[in-house]
């Protein structure tokens, strides 16, 4: 199979390459257009800050080419947000896939009860509708790390609670995203990943 892991201005794209290095197959870390667009599945990770990244996707009309794509697409974390409409991280258009608004955590309460923000370590992922998460992943936990997140929606393919419930991944069409990385969730992230390649 050939995997493409889209190469840009964002870490942890060397993990994902490792996470399916343990599954087996070799990945393409590539920007690309030809060899993304060929590629049976992309990859598109991310780490990093909203408006600098869609800067540099844009320079290189990145964002138009994954809007594109016919294959199954996976977003993780930050690929997640910038597949979404709007990001309040950096007041910053994104690239529209989804139809949910990416918003900051504002946790309320008195300093000894409120959450911390980044969202950060593994949290339960439940209500799961999609063929990405077979294998009997409901209420499994994830690892998170992320100030900013997904409305829920139509295109919510699972929950995750943190001060309010918001998508721990969406799928709209051939594009599937998660906010937490499977590339660190240990067996039911392997699972997912798994899945997404069997899709």
């Known amino acids: 199979m050939n995997v493409a892991i889209i190469k840009y201005n964002a870490g942890n794209i060397m993990s ?3 996470a399916l ?3 087996g197959i070799t990945a393409t870390v590539t920007d690309d257009h030809d060899i993304i667009r060929t590629a049976d599945r992309v990859i ?6 909203a408006s600098t990244t869609m800067h540099y996707l844009r320079e290189r009309k990145l ?4 809007a594109g794509l016919k294959q199954p697409v996976l977003g993780i974390c930050l690929g997640l947000q910038l597949m979404c409409r709007y990001s309040e991280e950096g007041n910053t258009r994104c690239i529209g896939i989804f139809r949910e608004n990416v918003l900051k955590f504002s946790p309320s309460g008195s300093p000894e009860t409120r959450l911390k923000v980044p969202h950060m370590g593994w949290n339960k992922i439940h209500d799961l509708t999609s063929a990405l998460f077979r ?3 409901e209420n499994q936990y994830a690892y998170f790390v992320h100030s900013y997140y997904a409305a829920t929606g139509t295109e919510t393919i699972a929950l995750c609670d943190y001060s309010v419930p918001f998508s721990a991944a969406l799928k709209r069409d051939n594009f599937y995203a998660t906010q937490f990385h ?8 392997s699972q997912i990943l798994k899945n997404f390649l069997e899709l």
Request: glycine content about 18%; hydrophobic content about 30%.
């Open 21 to 23: 290095q343990r599954l």
């Open 44 to 49: 598109f990770p991310g780490v990093g800050e």
């Open 135 to 137: 294998g009997e992943l």
């Open 182 to 189: 499977p590339e660190k969730s240990g067996r039911p992230g």
């Open 16 to 18: 994902v390459d490792y």
């Open 63 to 66: 964002d138009l080419l994954i």
